[in-house]
């Protein structure tokens, strides 16, 4: 059973910063690709970002690049979502989800190609 772990939401103000993580507990990790999404009230769950199993490619949405940074650890088995210049629209529910189709060389942004998903962290940013 694969299960990922969600962590780091919070409340912050406009122009703060937060640093999500995502924990798993499965040991082919390292060949997943890895993406986070979100979703506010009312609208559907939104690709924000994802990485390659290697980390060595990475996408972002337009409207987060240049703001947010994914990256990820596979000694430790995680993955990060650096959130920085954070905005009111930014504020939703965040969830990472794993994918391991095309052994993870491809980074997906539907989310219907993404087979394990966190529990979500909530981000709340104040104007």
């Known amino acids: 059973q694969v299960q990922l772990a969600d962590s780091g939401g919070g409340l912050v103000q406009a122009g703060g910063s937060l640093r999500l993580s995502c924990a798993a507990s499965l040991r082919i990790f390292s060949i997943c690709a890895m993406g986070w999404f979100r979703q506010a009230p009312g609208k559907e769950r939104e690709f924000v970002a994802g990485?390659?199993?290697?980390?060595?490619?990475?996408q972002y949405s337009d409207s987060v690049k240049g703001r947010f940074s994914i990256s990820r650890d596979n000694a430790k088995n995680t993955v990060f979502l650096q959130m920085n210049s954070l905005r009111a629209e930014d504020t939703a529910i965040y969830y990472c989800?794993?994918?391991?189709?095309?052994?993870?060389?491809?980074?997906?942004?539907?989310?219907?190609?993404?087979?394990?998903w966190g529990q979500g962290t909530q981000v709340t940013v104040s104007s």
């Open positions: 990485i390659t199993w290697s980390g060595v490619s990475t």
């Open positions: 989800a794993a994918s391991f189709k095309n052994g993870g060389n491809y980074i997906y942004t539907s989310t219907s190609d993404y087979y394990y």
